[in-house]
């Protein structure tokens, strides 16, 4: 069983340009959330898509989207980039949307905005 | 708004010895608590979640709602406890976990 990939492992970024994320999920499971954790923070969500849907979203602009595919997997898109969303940037795999399914995570991108 | 709160940045006690780390949640309704945790080097894993009851690894963790809190014990250290903590919740009818900030728990021998 393939557990959750992320790539790319690191960038560089400079303010203003857009970024793309990318997770693989868990074989088996349809649901993926997204979670930006800053230096020395517990991770915060971003969104959560299932069956290629948004299905949730926490307190961040419009300006991260994602999209996830008829495979499930997932991108996570930031527009105009700003310092603080320099991060580790978490993808995490789950069954369903049922609270009982434990959220796999992935090693996490990180993101340096400069 | 929902919150989790670890008092403690950093941790450390002998090997041997009780350990407690301390989760604070607030929160209305009823929750679901779970504690995280990352190993050096490793992707951050579920150690265990209220609902199970169960002890994982030695560690214990009771749901104490009058206190709102969900503290993480285990009787006697283990070197390789040392590692990172999160203590999470997740809301009724949602689907995110709101994180603490985390707890560096480091066993000394």
């Known amino acids: 069983e393939t557990g959750v990939t992320q790539s790319p492992t690191h960038l560089i970024k400079t303010r203003g340009q857009q970024v793309t994320l990318r997770c693989s999920s868990q074989?088996?499971?349809?649901?993926v959330s997204w979670y930006q954790q800053a230096l020395g923070q517990g991770p915060q969500f971003i969104f959560q898509?299932?069956?290629?849907?948004?299905?949730g979203r926490g307190n961040f602009p419009p300006r991260f989207s994602g999209l996830q595919f008829p495979n499930y997997s997932s991108e996570l898109n930031v527009n105009a980039l700003e310092l603080d969303d320099s991060a580790l940037y978490l993808c995490?795999?789950?069954?369903?949307?049922?609270?009982?399914?434990?959220?796999?995570f992935g090693p996490g991108t990180r993101l340096t905005v400069l | 708004a929902q919150r989790v709160t670890q008092p403690e940045k950093l941790l450390s006690v002998f090997k041997g010895a009780p350990v407690e780390l301390k989760c604070n949640y607030s929160y209305s309704g009823s929750p679901e608590l779970f504690w995280y945790v990352q190993y050096s080097r490793q992707r951050l894993q579920l150690l265990l979640r209220h609902i199970s009851r169960e002890s994982i690894k030695g560690f214990t963790a009771d749901l104490n709602k009058g206190e709102t809190s969900f503290h993480l014990k285990k009787p006697f250290a283990q070197e390789e406890d040392s590692a990172m903590y999160y203590c999470?919740?997740?809301?009724?009818?949602?689907?995110?976990?709101?994180f603490g900030q985390g707890t560096r728990l480091t066993i000394n021998p």
């Open positions: 074989s088996g499971h349809n649901t």
């Open positions: 898509y299932y069956r290629e849907e948004e299905n």
């Open positions: 999470a919740l997740r809301v009724e009818g949602a689907q995110k976990l709101v």
């Open positions: 995490a795999s789950s069954k369903s949307v049922s609270s009982y399914n434990e959220q796999f």
